[in-house]
């Protein structure tokens, strides 16, 4: 899979932009997440550069992705688009759908007596991380699913890297992203998604759905992007030479 063009028209481009594992790295605690003031300062310069058509696109909480960025704030779409910022300093629109207290609560009890599970739980589902206990992949995935049934009418359950989340079927990063193109200032320019895992993939069709352009970070095998990217590095060099070509 080829790297994604370097001489792309700034002034046409809208940036879609997942975090873990795209702009920053996997850390085996999401708390342990920060981004650095040389990474920031990069999004603001491109933010400003694009005027405000860039969105960070992430399973995280808005709330969460804001803790990371501090003190910048972005467009955003968190939760897999079951939360929705347009601009940085807009309100959050939340999705209607939230797990019954039933279900979460049997997840909290299999994570609390699970030694190195992490629950984290957001506006419109949770996530199962395994990442420091890898032993339990197999153990939590056969939990999860014995729930699905009761929930799958409005939800899915998405196995990411090291992790599983129940997110609304409804509500994934594509449709955010869909959404976000047909409103300013993203309308009229032309969609770029850079993402590294599974929950990424619906994003990826709806950029080629746009003719746009999308790019899978690591491994890239079976991926609907059409570029690739081989590591968070590459994604600030790939990203700081649109921001060059923008003020030069």
């Given amino acids: 899979m080829p ?32 981004a650095d003031q040389a990474l920031i300062a990069l999004l603001e310069r491109l933010s400003q550069g694009l005027d405000g058509a860039l969105s960070l696109i992430s399973g995280r909480t808005v709330a969460d992705i804001d803790r990371i960025f501090a003190p910048a704030r972005f467009a955003t779409a968190g939760g897999h688009g ?49 990442r420091r206990a890898p032993e339990l992949e197999k ?11 009761e929930i799958e009418q409005d939800f899915r359950l998405i196995a990411g890297k090291m992790v599983l989340e129940f997110a609304p079927r409804e509500q994934h990063k594509g449709a955010a992203i869909r959404d976000m193109i047909q409103r300013y200032p993203f309308t009229r320019r032309r969609a770029v998604f850079v993402g590294d895992d599974v929950t990424d993939e619906d994003g990826f069709r709806a950029v080629n759905a746009l003719d746009g352009i999308a ?30 070509s923008i003020y030069q």
């Fill in 3 to 34: 790297a994604p063009p370097d001489n792309l028209e700034p002034s046409n481009l809208a940036l879609f932009l997942d975090v873990d594992g795209t702009l920053l790295e996997i850390e085996d605690h999401p708390a342990d997440v920060r």
């Fill in 82 to 130: 079951a939360e929705l910022r347009l601009h940085p300093d807009d309100s959050v629109a939340s999705a209607k759908w939230s797990l019954p207290p039933s279900i979460i609560e049997r997840v909290r009890a299999f994570a609390a007596n699970s030694p190195g599970l992490l629950l984290e739980e957001k506006r419109g589902g949770m996530s199962l991380h395994y």
């Fill in 139 to 149: 153990q939590c995935t056969t939990f999860v699913q014995s729930l699905l049934p």
């Fill in 215 to 244: 790019i899978r970070v690591g491994g890239s095998r079976g991926s609907e992007a059409q570029y690739s990217l081989p590591d968070v590095a590459a994604v600030h060099r790939w990203l700081a030479s649109i921001e060059q």
